[in-house]
């Protein structure tokens, strides 16, 4: 079953999640190994973003793969996203806290440390990816909240059922035949309201 509209939004999601932590990833390791992968403010990034790759790889994966993919249901993606968007914010605080003392000119350090100036380019450029990575899950978890909350309220119960890549809300007007009969039916057994 191919991808719903909302479902090929959902995964242009992912993948633009997937490809911000491709360069949180680059950038961290980038640091990590100017500092010989010693201090525990450049290592959460690093270690962070192999966690959100490697489960961002899984889940868009098995979406692919699977049209019933339990990876792919709204209260999945809700609880991986919530967690990640936590450790995010808590471990950026951390880590920009750290970095406060790094100069944020980095054309001020000498010529002659040429390298100290790059590791401090692409220090400042952690500091910016890591912030849009935590606003990026948290945007994606508050937006598929609103959406699922949205549509379980206009009846769409189906949505905890399925992968949201394949979910296609039901028009609720066409079913009021089928509705109205199904009333009818336990009305005529004798239950009334």
């Known amino acids: ?11 242009a999601a992912h993948i633009g999640l ?3 932590n491709l360069l949180v990833l680059a950038f961290s390791a ?21 966690i959100c790759l490697v489960t961002l790889t899984v889940m868009i994966g ?24 936590i450790f995010w914010l808590a471990f950026n605080a951390f880590s920009t ?29 952690l500091k910016a990816f890591v912030w849009i990575e935590w606003v990026m899950f948290l945007l994606t978890t508050i937006i598929t909240l609103r959406y ?8 769409n119960t189906h949505i905890f059922k399925m992968p949201l890549s394949r979910y296609k809300p039901r028009d609720l007007d066409s079913d ?11 009305n005529n057994s004798g239950y009334t309201y």
Not at 65 to 84: H, K
Not at 102 to 118: E, H, K, N, Q, Y
Not at 176 to 186: C, K, M, P
């Open 1 to 11: 079953m191919p991808f719903s509209p909302v479902g090929k939004k959902k995964v």
């Open 18 to 20: 997937w490809l911000c």
């Open 30 to 50: 980038k640091v990590n190994h100017f500092q010989e992968f010693f201090f525990v403010a450049d290592l959460f990034p690093f270690a962070l973003s192999i």
């Open 62 to 85: 098995l979406d692919f793969a699977s049209s019933t993919s339990y990876t792919g249901r709204p209260q999945f993606e809700l609880g991986v996203f919530g967690v990640l968007s």
């Open 97 to 125: 806290s750290r970095w406060r003392h790094v100069t944020m000119s980095c054309g001020a350090i000498p010529d002659a440390f040429s390298d100290a100036r790059g590791w401090c380019k692409d220090l400042q450029a």
């Open 148 to 155: 699922v909350i949205t549509q379980n309220s206009r009846g």
């Open 176 to 186: 009021y035949g089928t509705r109205n009969s199904e009333f009818l039916q336990y």
